[in-house]
């Protein structure tokens, strides 16, 4: 298959995650026989400091073009830090999901038995936890009006949905409980919120078209205790925008590290892939970042195109990156690998896609691995 993939290293770690996800797709492209083209362009605060804009039109020029967009983290702290700025990095992402129709993040949330002690949650909670959650990504409250009297006392985000708006993810949202457990959990606020009662009626509607799927609705602050209580219990999660985000960053907790999650943005023409986690300005330029997340934002690229054997193979190298402790110090805090060496090991990993191999546990403690 030949693909055209547009590169969007953003800020903080970003470039350094996006190389290793990059250098596995490079794997799969020798192991199976494929072409993949790759374009970089700037986004976020970089684009800014270059551009005066975090989403230029030469960037969104190139994400139009491309078959699918991979993406590595966006933020700074100069404009984290400054409530007056009126330009901000993570404006190029909301208009970028706008532009492109990228209308629901889907986002897995699994617990690894290797990493069942990394949690901070009991074990016996958390193991067999595969749940995804499907947010709504381009209404709601962060796309609202906003308002600030002259005095800027007073400030107000409105939340608007439309039946369309709702309708669109909610059917991405049943179609993958089809092909999983067959349940499907709304979170809502329909108690208080005028925009939860509409996702509820449009929601329970098309529920009736999905006889084999199981419907049931959580409030929002129910879903958020549930989730840390009994994550075993969920199979699809369909929210709206704020819910999604905040939930699906909650069930970071259960993997062991955010540094683990990686999510897809898809409208009817276009994706976009990348790890949940920020740009994590505290990391950039040492070598620490866990790449993990991205790798695994490049084998939903793969699924996304049917490319399920080599999205399988990306995903045992990164299992055998976790059992053998080639991990980076988020996950091990001895843990003598950087996150070049973590996504060489998994690179490596995808061209020698056998099951059976040893590695020297010896140069591994040295910080080294040889594979024999």
């Known amino acids: ?54 989403l230029p039109e030469s960037t969104l020029k190139l994400c139009h073009e491309a078959d699918a967009i991979l993406f590595g983290a966006i933020g700074d702290p100069k404009y984290d830090n400054d409530p007056d ?12 999901r706008k532009e492109l129709g990228l209308f629901a993040n889907i986002r897995p949330v699994l617990s690894h038995p290797t990493l069942l002690n990394k949690s901070p949650l009991k074990k016996e909670i958390i193991s067999g936890t595969d749940f995804v959650i499907y947010r709504e990504l381009t209404g709601g409250i962060y796309f609202g009006e906003k308002k600030l009297n002259e005095a800027g006392t007073v400030a107000s985000d409105l939340c608007e949905y439309s039946e369309e708006e709702i309708s669109r993810v909610a059917h991405l949202a049943f179609k993958a409980a089809k092909g ?10 329909a108690n208080v919120l005028e925009s939860s009662r509409l996702w509820r009626k449009v929601v329970t509607r098309i529920g009736e078209s999905y006889p084999e799927v199981a419907l049931d609705y959580l409030f929002v602050d129910n879903a958020a205790m549930q989730i840390i209580l009994n994550p075993t219990q969920f199979d699809v999660i369909l929210t709206e925008n704020m819910f999604g985000d905040i939930l699906s960053d ?10 683990l999650l990686a999510s897809a943005s898809v409208g009817d023409e276009n994706a976009l892939f990348e790890p949940i986690h920020g740009s994590y300005p505290q990391a950039k330029g040492k070598d620490i970042a866990n790449p993990i997340a991205s790798i695994l934002s490049a084998a939903m690229l793969l699924e996304h195109f049917g490319l399920h054997e080599e999205a399988m ?17 988020d996950l091990k805090s001895k843990s003598q690998y950087g996150t070049n060496q973590v996504g060489d090991f998994i690179a490596h990993n995808i061209v020698d896609i056998e099951d059976n191999f040893n590695m020297n546990d010896e140069n591994i403690d040295l910080g080294k691995s040889t594979i024999i």
Do not use: W
């Not at 494929?34 to 551009?51: C, L, M, Q, R, S």
């Not at 999983?180 to 606020?189: A, I, S």
């Not at 909650?250 to 540094?259: D, P, Q, T």
């Open 1 to 54: 298959m030949n693909l055209k993939i547009a590169l969007l290293p953003g800020d903080g770690i970003g470039p350094e995650v996006l190389a290793q996800a990059v250098k596995c797709l490079q794997a799969v492209e020798e192991t199976f026989n494929h072409t993949f083209a790759y374009k970089e362009a700037p986004v976020g605060a970089i684009a800014i400091d270059k551009k005066g804009t975090p």
């Open 85 to 96: 700025a009126k330009v901000r990095p993570e404006q190029g992402l909301l208009q970028l």
């Open 180 to 189: 999983r457990k067959k349940k499907l959990t709304l979170v809502d606020k």
């Open 250 to 259: 909650e069930g970071s907790v259960i993997s062991g590290s955010i540094g």
């Open 313 to 329: 193979a990306v995903k045992k190298a990164v299992d055998k990156s976790l059992k053998k402790g080639m991990v980076t110090p």
